[in-house]
């Protein structure tokens, strides 16, 4: 069964410092979107992504943020300059169509940042 | 800002009863809605959805029902296995560029032998 893989599974940062989380969606889809579930708390839209461009963003979603698919298959999230508050699982999805489907996730990264 | 909202943190079923998790929204330009299983340090796993122009949809031992006018909606799970135990989060999107969903806060569900 086709599924979204992320890497790395775990990611330990310093303040400050740049991460990049990777996700290869399910082959055939269009529509990839970031979200993120800080402990104990709900998940949260970060951002979606279609024909190479943001679709549309949450408001956690500022500069520090930015999204990519470099090569057709692989779809990034950066975090430039990650904070303490940045800790947290980030999972990447990927829907077939733009509405009136379920989306698929991935196992998720989880990001600590020390 | 919760749009959807799962009041019950917890629910504990015995196995072969029936669970049923609960879920409202405020947000009447909704009109997907989603069940979500999760395990710890895994993603959400699509359980089964439901339209705005149904009431209730049914896949095996799982139905969700859906009350539009008092912007609810329910997941029945019949009959409970301890496989079930997991944590159950609602989700909803709506009509927009892309179909962004909007989750619930999850109702930790423990099937008990």
């Known amino acids: 069964e086709p599924e979204v893989t992320q890497t790395p599974s775990h990611q330990v940062t310093q303040m400050g410092q740049e991460v990049i989380l990777r996700c290869v969606p399910i082959s055939n889809h269009l529509y990839f979107y970031w979200y993120r579930q800080i402990l104990g708390q709900k998940v949260e839209f970060l951002v979606s992504f279609y024909n190479n461009e943001i679709s549309e963003k949450s408001e956690i979603f500022d500069d520090q943020f930015s999204v990519e698919r470099p090569d057709g298959s692989n779809f990034t999230l950066k975090i430039r300059s990650t904070k303490l508050e940045d800790s947290a699982m980030y999972f990447c999805?990927?829907?077939?169509?733009?509405?009136?489907?379920?989306?698929?996730f991935g196992q998720g990264t989880r990001l600590t940042v020390v | 800002d919760q749009q959807v909202k799962q009041n019950s943190p917890s629910l504990s079923v015995q196995e072969g009863r029936i669970s049923i998790l609960n879920c409202d929204y405020t947000n009447s330009m909704f009109d997907y809605f989603l069940w979500y299983k999760k395990y710890p340090a895994e993603g959400p796993t699509f359980l089964i959805s439901?339209?705005?122009?149904?009431d209730k949809n049914e896949d095996g031992r799982f139905t969700v029902f859906l009350n539009k006018s008092a912007k609810h909606l329910s997941l029945h799970i019949v009959p409970s296995q301890p496989g079930d135990s997991a944590v159950y989060f609602c989700a909803a999107s709506g009509a927009g560029t892309a179909s962004k969903l909007t989750f619930g806060t999850g109702t930790r569900l423990q099937v008990t032998l």
């Open positions: 999805a990927s829907s077939p169509r733009r509405t009136g489907t379920e989306a698929f």
């Open positions: 439901i339209s705005s122009i149904k």
